[in-house]
Every structure is written in C-alpha cells, then in structure tokens.
C-alpha cells in the first residue's frame, strides 16, 4: 500500500498532533514517516505507531517558526518499513493497541499471521484485524487498585 501521507517526511523532527481531538488524538514530535505507518514520540517518552489508514488529520503548530524540536532523533527507532512489519518486531511484548475509546485493548501480542494479530491478555487470546488496529504503543500492564503484582486479588471473601 503506498502512501498518501508522503508529505510528512518534510515535518520530521517536529511536534504535530494527530487527530484533533477524541480517544485516539495525540501531539509529539513526528521521528519517522514510513510506507504505511509514522512513529511519534507522544507524552511520556511514549513511542506512538500509527498507521496512515486511520489518521484524520495532522497539525503543525504556525508558531513555532518551522524549527526543529531539540530532541535527540538518533534514539533507536524501529527500521520496519510496513507496519504488519513492526507489529512482528513487538511480538512477545505488552503492548496498548487503540490509544483510547471502546476499542482500546492491551495485551501481549502472541503472533501476527497474514492480516491478523492475536492478543493475550490474562486468561484471554483476542484476534484482531490489523487493518483495525489505529496504533500501537509499547507498554506496561497496569495493575489494578485491587490487584496486586502477582495477579491475585486483594479481596477478601
């Protein structure tokens, strides 16, 4: 699939915010564009792939007089040029799928088979077309307050 975003590779280095607004929106610097997908390093020192498909819009802040951010662009980036291509780079990882909003889901991806990926999480393998997939970012479990590390419940019966 080519691309139509092609016009992103000249904002590079600098801070864009994706979508306007909802579940799936978030700024940060722009760090790659690639076939099918685009890296941004978004809050936290989070590292956001996005594919192309499902982005609504990107916006440059006019202000900031075209310069770029002074953050180091040499940190270690994925050299994956499709983005079915990173999803097989984070397999075995706990990853957050869906930034926000009914479709966010987070999990360890176990295998990625043709246009497919699955999940586990906890006691759960969830199948997932990876044309549904907004983005992805890696990240850790969160426990619950009621939860403690081990998994076990802190309720008492």
Same mark, same amino acid.
Request: with cysteine.
């Given at each position: 699939?080519?691309?139509?975003?092609?016009?992103?590779?000249?904002?590079?280095?600098?801070?864009?915010?994706?979508?306007?607004?909802?579940?799936?929106?978030?700024?940060?610097?722009?760090?790659?564009?690639?076939?099918?997908?685009?890296?941004?390093?978004?809050?936290?020192?989070?590292?956001?792939?996005?594919?192309?498909?499902?982005?609504?819009?990107?916006? #440059?802040? /006019?202000?900031?007089? =075209?310069?770029?951010? *002074? !953050?180091? $662009?040499?940190?270690?980036?994925? @050299?994956?040029?499709?983005?079915?291509?990173?999803?097989?780079?984070?397999?075995?990882?706990?990853?957050?799928?869906?930034?926000?909003?009914?479709?966010?889901?987070?999990?360890?991806?176990?295998?990625?088979?043709?246009?497919?990926?699955?999940?586990?999480?906890?006691?759960? #393998?969830? /199948?997932?077309?990876? =044309?549904?997939?907004? *983005? !992805?970012? $890696?990240?850790?479990?969160?426990? @619950?307050?009621?939860?403690?590390?081990?998994?076990?419940?802190?309720?008492?019966?």
């Amino acid at each position: 699939m080519g691309s139509n975003l092609k016009y992103l590779d000249d904002c590079i280095g600098r801070i864009v915010q994706v979508d306007r607004g909802g579940p799936e929106s978030q700024s940060g610097i722009l760090l790659a564009n690639r076939d099918d997908f685009f890296i941004l390093k978004g809050e936290n020192e989070a590292t956001f792939y996005y594919q192309h498909a499902h982005v609504k819009s990107i916006s #440059l802040n /006019t202000q900031d007089g =075209f310069a770029l951010t *002074n !953050v180091l $662009l040499e940190e270690e980036l994925s @050299e994956s040029i499709t983005f079915t291509d990173v999803l097989n780079e984070l397999r075995h990882k706990w990853v957050n799928i869906n930034r926000g909003g009914p479709s966010k889901m987070e999990g360890v991806i176990d295998n990625v088979q043709g246009d497919v990926l699955t999940l586990i999480h906890q006691n759960t #393998l969830l /199948t997932v077309p990876i =044309f549904h997939i907004r *983005n !992805v970012t $890696l990240g850790a479990p969160k426990i @619950e307050e009621n939860e403690e590390p081990g998994g076990k419940n802190n309720d008492k019966f």
